[in-house]
């Protein structure tokens, strides 16, 4: 198993999938550290508000970091989505995993060890990225989320999710049909969560339904909406209102049963792969 986990990074690197996703990485958190150096000037130089009700440098912090995390997920994403789209149908058309699926190596193992290995890679790169944005929210204006964990596990399960339904879409999809599919669900489960903002904004209990079920199917838009959540778990008063008024508003909280049904979803997703992998002829 570890040799199939080895040679699937080997692929990757081949493919230069490490220098883009790093070379993305570095851009974003230098463009991150620039914006919110800037945005936490001018919110010195505006002085404080007129009332106290609320806390602006909580608002401006938290709204910021939810960007950033939003940013991580995405990032994550994208590594997911390239460590895994050619994982079975891409390799067989190169003609890569037909000598690997002989005994004693066989499907099963090839396709757990090719998630594990990406699940290896996408779950540390998640948290850094995550922590990173942290730091830098903490550096440059003083705000520090009320819970770090919590949301670090969240973001990298989020794109655990993202890691299995690529490897799924592998069996039957070549590698750019099942990229643009993946990014296509991804992009879905996005519209959710916006969408669910949009019905809590309208008092919409259909709306709010309808996107709640959605992100439900979509399990790292929900994941992702829990972590937003937990950052300001303990945030009170007209500053939790305003927050959840302004474009952080896609948090929400997800609970036990969320863990339990994202558990069961990879359980899924994964025994769906592996029983489409056995049945297929390469």
Do not use: C
């Given at each position: 198993m570890t040799a199939i986990v080895?040679?699937?990074?080997?692929?990757?690197l081949r493919r230069r999938i490490f220098a883009v996703?790093?070379?993305?990485?570095?851009?974003?958190?230098?463009?991150?550290?620039?914006?919110?150096?800037y945005l936490f000037a001018d919110l010195e130089s505006l002085g404080?508000?007129?009332?106290?009700?609320?806390?602006?440098?909580?608002?401006?912090?938290?709204?910021?970091?939810?960007?950033?995390?939003?940013?991580?997920?995405?990032?994550?994403?994208?590594?997911?989505?390239?460590?895994?789209i050619g994982v079975v149908r891409g390799d067989a058309e190169r003609g890569l995993l037909q000598p690997l699926v002989v005994r004693p190596v066989g499907r099963t193992t090839l396709l757990l060890s090719r998630f594990l290995g990406s699940v290896a890679v996408c779950v540390p790169y998640t948290v850094i990225v995550f922590f990173g944005a942290v730091l830098?929210?903490?550096?440059?204006?003083?705000?520090?989320?009320?819970?770090?964990?919590?949301?670090?596990?969240?973001?990298?399960?989020?794109?655990v999710v993202i890691a299995a339904i690529g490897i799924l879409g592998s069996v039957f999809l070549s590698s750019t049909a099942n990229g643009i599919a993946v990014f296509m669900f991804f992009g879905s489960g996005l519209v959710a969560g916006l969408l669910g903002q949009i019905g809590r904004g309208l008092n919409s209990e259909r709306i709010?339904?309808?996107?709640?079920?959605?992100?439900?199917?979509?399990?790292f838009e929900a994941l992702y909406q829990d972590a937003?959540?937990?950052?300001?778990?303990?945030?009170?008063?007209?500053?939790?209102?305003?927050?959840e008024l302004g474009p952080f508003g896609g948090a929400e909280q997800g609970?036990?049963?969320?863990?339990?049904?994202?558990a069961a979803y990879l359980g899924v997703v994964g025994a769906g792969a592996l029983v489409a992998f056995v049945r297929r002829d390469l």
């Open positions: 080895v040679y699937g990074l080997q692929e990757a996703v790093v070379l993305l990485t570095a851009v974003f958190l230098f463009l991150f550290w620039l914006g919110t150096h404080p508000p007129p009332t106290n009700a609320i806390d602006t440098r909580t608002l401006a912090g938290a709204t910021v970091l939810g960007l950033g995390m939003f940013a991580t997920l995405f990032l994550g994403a994208v590594l997911a989505v390239f460590l895994t830098i929210v903490g550096g440059n204006g003083g705000y520090w989320p009320d819970r770090y964990a919590l949301p670090a596990v969240e973001l990298a399960a989020a794109v709010e339904r309808i996107a709640k079920v959605a992100s439900w199917l979509a399990p937003l959540h937990a950052i300001t778990q303990n945030t009170v008063g007209f500053t939790r209102i305003a927050l609970g036990l049963q969320l863990r339990v049904w994202t």
